[in-house]
């Protein structure tokens, strides 16, 4: 169902009966939507691109010529199941990007947020859920069930392991194979990715204030620097978040953690 002239669909593609396009859509030559998919308004397909299964792309994002949205995941256990993706507003989906639907062992949905960049090549494996403002370069491989959380950059060529956690505002150098979840606010690089101080620069850019960055620096020595075991800086992190309360990123970041962190 097309909501208002104002869209614009090239004569080559094909829309299912079913899918919803909102205002202002444009997509462009030799496209697949189908039927159970909504597209957002003013967002913009450029060429031969799926769009598949369950689903949903918010407002005012530009999908880049042969990406493959919502497809069949690749887990053996996906059994046709009615799992889907969510896409938030304002993302570029550039060449060649995969994003594949969840599974009922997830939580049934592969979840991006706002104001991503993905680069060509990326693939965001099923049950994935990514936060806002993420950049992921050329190549980078997400395993399933992975969560990046807002403002974080990961270079190209880089593989996440399933299950890992990567906290807001990291950022992994390129060619990064990552097994461990990586905490907030942290520089990781290496196979198998490893701590290499703090994203300062990053947090100057978006506004952090000197206080709060030396509360964040001695977080980052709490953890890496003490010889202290997780629980025991888990302790010395509250005392700090009292003062603080930016610590408690740290703090809720390894209540979620789930496969332990890098060290």
């Known amino acids: 169902m097309v909501n208002n002239s104002s869209t ?8 299912e009966n079913g899918a919803i396009i909102h205002d202002n859509v444009h997509i462009g030559p030799f496209c697949f939507i189908g039927a159970q998919v909504e597209i957002g308004a003013r967002t913009l397909l450029k060429s031969h691109i799926v769009i598949n299964g369950i689903t949903y792309i918010g407002e005012d994002n530009k999908i880049y010529q042969f990406a493959s949205l919502g497809e069949i995941n690749q887990d053996l256990k996906y059994a046709k199941e009615p799992t889907r993706i969510e896409i938030g507003h304002y993302n570029q989906i550039r060449e ?5 639907r969840g599974t009922i062992q997830g939580k049934q949905v592969t979840k991006i947020g706002n104001n991503n960049l993905f680069m060509i090549n990326v693939h965001i494996a099923h049950d994935c859920v990514i936060g806002d403002h993420c950049v992921l370069a050329n190549n980078v491989t997400l395993g399933g069930h992975v969560r990046i959380d807002s403002h974080t950059i990961i270079g190209g060529m880089t593989a996440i392991h399933q299950f890992c956690l990567i906290g807001a505002h990291v950022m992994i ?5 990552v097994t461990q979840d990586i905490p907030p606010f942290i520089i990781a690089q290496g196979n198998h990715a490893t701590p290499f101080g703090l994203n300062i620069e990053g947090l100057k850019r978006r506004g952090f204030n000197r206080a709060t960055i030396h509360a964040i620096r001695d977080a980052y020595k709490i953890l890496y620097r003490s010889n202290k075991t997780i629980e025991g800086a888990k302790i010395a992190l509250k005392r700090l978040a009292v003062e603080h309360p930016i610590i ?6 390894l209540k979620r953690s789930q496969r332990g962190i890098i060290r």
């Open 8 to 15: 614009i669909i090239h004569p080559s593609s094909i829309i």
């Open 173 to 177: 150098g390129g060619c990064s194979g």
């Open 96 to 100: 060649n990007v995969t994003i594949h």
């Open 248 to 253: 408690n990123e740290f703090i809720e970041f």
